[in-house]
């Protein structure tokens, strides 16, 4: 990374990874806004925003200097905030990984009935794999590998050497990660 912390950054990975909580932790560092992708495309019920609705919010949302966007969603907005986006911070801790981390957030947000976005709950339905991708667990078990793909892909794309690109496989890599940027912003 260079001497200055980045301003608009960009926080990828795999549904469980960890980017909500990496992105939380990098918008508190650095006192950036944080835009949770999942809160401007949720409805109530579950209910996703049609495409130009989406899109109207994400452009609204990332109009600004400086944020840390949290979410994938690149099918349905495309490049744009990887455009905009000074850092992009793939987080890939792998499946194993991945799948603990989603059963037990799961089992958290559906036993404290946790409010997320727009009203909605997490409900024990994550269990039920044989809904497919109803479930959470099938969702991140299947979705993974596609996800390792598509991210390793954009990590290596020329048409985003604009930013900074950094993937974080381990505890260990995050918090190294979030030390620097904290020690970058108290030298700004």
């Not at 690149?74 to 986006?85: C, F, N, P, W, Y």
Request: charged content about 30%.
């Amino acid at each position: 990374m260079t001497s200055s912390p980045p301003r608009r950054i960009c926080v990828l990975g795999s549904s469980g990874a960890g980017k909500s909580t990496l992105a939380l932790r990098i918008a508190e560092t650095l006192k950036l806004p944080r835009i949770e992708l999942d809160e401007l495309h949720w409805g109530e019920d579950w209910t996703p925003a049609d495409p130009e609705t989406f899109v109207a919010r994400v452009d609204e949302a990332i109009a600004g200097d400086s944020w840390v966007v949290d979410g994938n969603y690149q099918s349905k907005l495309g490049t744009r905030i990887l455009e905009r986006a000074d850092a992009i911070v793939w987080v890939d801790p792998g499946r194993v990984t991945i799948m603990r981390q989603v059963i037990a957030r799961t089992i958290r947000r559906a036993g404290t009935r946790q409010v997320l976005w727009n009203g909605n709950r997490e409900t024990w339905d994550g269990f039920k794999i044989w809904k497919r991708e109803e479930s959470i667990f099938w969702w991140a078990w299947h979705s993974s590998g596609q996800a390792r793909t598509k991210f390793g892909a954009i990590m290596g794309d020329p048409a985003f050497s604009h930013a900074q690109r950094r993937r974080l496989r381990t505890r260990s890599e995050i918090a190294d990660f979030l030390e620097d940027l904290s020690a970058k912003s108290r030298s700004t």
